[in-house]
């Protein structure tokens, strides 16, 4: 899911009890649930967290339910099911042909034949109109989460400066990414991979920087060039060939 309702006067009833830190850890919790959709390992819940272990294992206790295959959270799990629906319902629609054809009265010959009128050239006069030129900003119907994926480098790379404005060149970086393959068109991919990046003292700011790079840090525009993505996602799955 790129987006949940977060319903203010459940969670401040809910949650008022919490420390400042606790609220931090259990909205981290609950962005990753939602974004990946599956219950949160038991082995990985401190690291998606980015608290300690017994402040994360407190909110984990009380508001999630653990399970052989993780922590589940009941609430959420409702809303993804309702998400799931409509978005069935939304393709099912979509294969029935969506809105019916309008007709038209023809105006010469028998004024009560209709002719069907096809909007599919139409369609595509305005979807070439609204696709932007090459570091132009994306039509205001673009579905590429921009913001979201900044989000989660903000919650995830701690110690690289934090991404205050998604501006047009960093769209362009981002849409870029996103369509480079089919694999990297959902936000559990950019989860997974600024995760990755965390793990990596060289791409999470940790060093140490050498040859005169001293004061070099990697930033979000680094993170997300081809090159460094293509190569954190390989080692990603060398790595995991060799674990299985």
Avoid at 18 to 38: C, K, P, Q
Avoid at 51 to 73: A, D
Avoid at 129 to 139: L, Q, S, V, W
Wanted: net charge positive; charged share 30%.
């Amino acid at each position: 899911m790129n987006y949940y309702k977060r319903h203010l006067g459940d969670y401040a009833r809910d949650t008022g009890h919490l420390s400042a830190l606790e609220h931090g850890i259990y909205t981290l919790l609950l962005d990753w649930y939602y974004v990946n959709e599956r219950p949160i390992p038991e082995d990985r819940a401190v690291r998606i967290s980015r608290g300690n272990p017994e402040e994360t294992h407190m909110v984990l206790s009380e508001f999630f339910k653990k399970t052989p295959n993780g922590w589940i959270h009941s609430r959420a799990d409702r809303e993804i099911e309702v998400y799931k629906a409509k978005a069935e319902h939304n393709r099912e629609a979509g294969k029935l042909g969506g809105r019916p054809r309008k007709t038209q009265t023809v105006i010469s010959g028998n004024p009560n034949e209709t002719l069907a009128t096809s909007h599919k050239p139409l369609e595509e006069e305005k979807a070439k109109a609204c696709a932007p030129p090459t570091g132009e900003a994306p039509p205001r119907n673009d579905p590429i989460p921009y913001q979201r994926i900044a989000d989660l480098y903000n919650q995830t790379m701690r110690l690289l400066p934090k991404v205050a404005k998604v501006n047009a060149s960093r769209k362009t970086l981002i849409r870029k990414a996103w369509q480079d393959g089919d694999e990297r068109k959902s936000l559990e991919f950019w989860a997974a991979y600024f995760e990755e990046c965390e793990a990596s003292n060289f791409l999470n700011g940790k060093g140490p920087y050498t040859n005169g790079h001293e004061n070099w840090r990697p930033d979000f525009d680094y993170l997300m060039q081809g090159k460094t993505i293509l190569r954190t996602y390989e080692k990603a799955l060398t790595r995991m060939e060799q674990e299985q």
